[in-house]
C-alpha cells in the first residue's frame, strides 16, 4: 500500500515548484499572457512567484513512497483556509495525494480556528471534484454556471433600456442585485460569498443598470445589471455579468436583454453569460438553450468545507 505524506517545502524547492507552478498556469489563456516575455514576465518568474510561494503562502510537497508527487498552494485569511494551487503528476496516485494535502488544509484550518476550507481546482470534471466530495466538500453556489455559445437576430425590447453607470454606482447596484439573487435561492455558505467573493472596488469594465419603462408613464423601474467584458479571459469571448431581479429570472426580458446586446457585438461574437446561482441559472436554461447557448460548468468552480460546523457536531454527538 502507498504511503503518502505532505509537508512544507524546503527554501530550496521553491524554484522549481515556481517553474512547475508556472507552467501548470500557462495552460490557460490569461496566465500564458501574464507569464508571457519581456521585463514582466522576466519578474513574474524569477521574482513575484518564488517570493509569493517562500513567504506569502504556505508551498506544500506531496509525496509518495517518499517521492515528490505534486505541489499544493494554500493561503490564509478571513474566514478561511483557501487551498489556492496544486498539481500532480502523471503516474501518482491523484486520488491518495489529494486525501492526504486536503487533510493537511483542514488541519490548519482547525489550528487556527478558521470556519471554512476553500478550493479553487482548474479542472472541474467530475472524476478531478470526487475526492473532495468524499472528505464532505461541497461546490459553491456562486457563478457556478455559465452559458457559452454565439446568440444572434435578437433585438432588444423597446420597453427595455440600458442605461450606463459610473464605476462607483455600478458597484452600488451589482452589490444590490447579488444580495437579492443570494436572497432569493437561500444559498449555503453565504458569509463566505459575502467575506471572499463580493467584488470590494469598482470594476474596470463598463457597467448598466438595466430599466424597463412603466406602462402607466412613470419612473422607470430598475430590474438588473449588466457589465460587458470583452476578452475578459484573453480567449476572444465576451462575457456578460447579469444580476436581475428574481421575478425576472428566464423571463422574455432576460433573453431578449441579453441577446440583444450581444447582437449588437455581431452575429460571430462568442459569448459566455455568468450566472449567480443555480436557481437563476435553472430557472434561465430554457430561455438560454433557445437562443443557442449551452450550460457549462465554469472554470474553476469554488468548493468549500465548513469545518468549524463540522466540529460542532461531532462535539454535539459525541
Not at 420597453?159 to 439573487?181: C, G, I, M, P
Not at 462575457?239 to 426580458?253: F, I, K, N, Q, R
Amino acid at each position: 500500500m502507498a504511503e503518502f505524506n505532505v509537508r512544507l517545502a524546503s527554501k530550496g524547492e521553491i524554484r522549481g515548484i515556481s517553474d512547475w507552478f508556472l507552467a501548470e498556469r500557462s495552460k490557460y489563456p490569461g496566465m500564458a499572457q501574464l507569464v508571457g516575455g519581456g521585463v514582466r514576465g522576466w519578474m513574474v518568474r524569477s521574482v513575484v512567484t518564488p517570493r509569493y510561494l517562500r513567504k506569502v503562502a504556505y508551498t506544500y510537497v506531496l509525496e509518495q513512497d517518499g517521492r515528490m508527487g505534486g505541489f499544493a498552494v494554500v493561503e490564509q485569511g478571513g474566514l478561511a483556509v483557501n487551498l489556492s494551487d496544486f498539481a500532480i503528476r502523471e503516474g501518482f496516485d491523484r486520488a491518495g495525494l489529494v486525501k492526504a494535502m486536503l487533510a493537511q488544509v483542514e488541519q490548519l484550518a482547525r489550528e487556527r480556528e478558521y470556519t471554512y476550507v476553500r478550493a479553487t481546482p482548474w479542472d472541474s470534471s467530475e472524476t478531478a471534484l470526487a475526492p473532495f466530495y468524499q472528505v464532505g466538500f461541497k461546490l459553491l453556489d456562486y457563478y457556478l454556471w455559465v452559458y457559452t455559445g454565439q446568440v444572434s437576430g435578437i433585438e432588444t425590447p423597446k420597453d427595455v433600456t440600458l442605461v450606463e453607470l459610473a464605476a462607483n454606482k455600478a458597484l452600488e447596484s451589482r452589490l444590490n442585485f447579488l444580495r437579492k439573487e443570494l436572497d432569493a435561492s437561500q444559498v449555503a455558505g453565504r458569509d463566505l460569498i459575502e467575506a471572499v467573493f463580493f467584488p470590494k472596488k469598482p470594476s474596470t469594465y463598463r457597467a448598466y443598470r438595466v430599466e424597463t419603462m412603466d406602462p402607466q408613464g412613470g419612473e422607470p423601474n430598475e430590474i438588473g445589471y449588466l457589465s460587458p467584458r470583452p476578452n475578459e479571459r484573453s480567449d476572444g469571448v465576451l462575457t456578460l455579468s447579469v444580476s436581475l431581479e428574481p421575478e425576472a429570472w428566464g423571463s422574455d426580458l432576460e433573453m431578449q436583454t441579453v441577446g440583444g446586446f450581444v447582437a449588437e457585438a455581431g452575429p460571430d461574437q462568442p459569448v459566455r453569460v455568468l450566472i449567480c446561482t443555480s436557481l437563476h441559472a435553472d430557472r434561465a436554461e430554457a430561455g438560454y438553450r433557445k437562443l443557442g447557448l449551452t450550460r457549462e460548468l465554469d472554470l474553476r468552480p469554488v468548493l468549500y468545507k465548513d469545518v468549524r460546523g463540522e466540529m460542532a457536531r461531532a462535539l454535539e454527538a459525541g
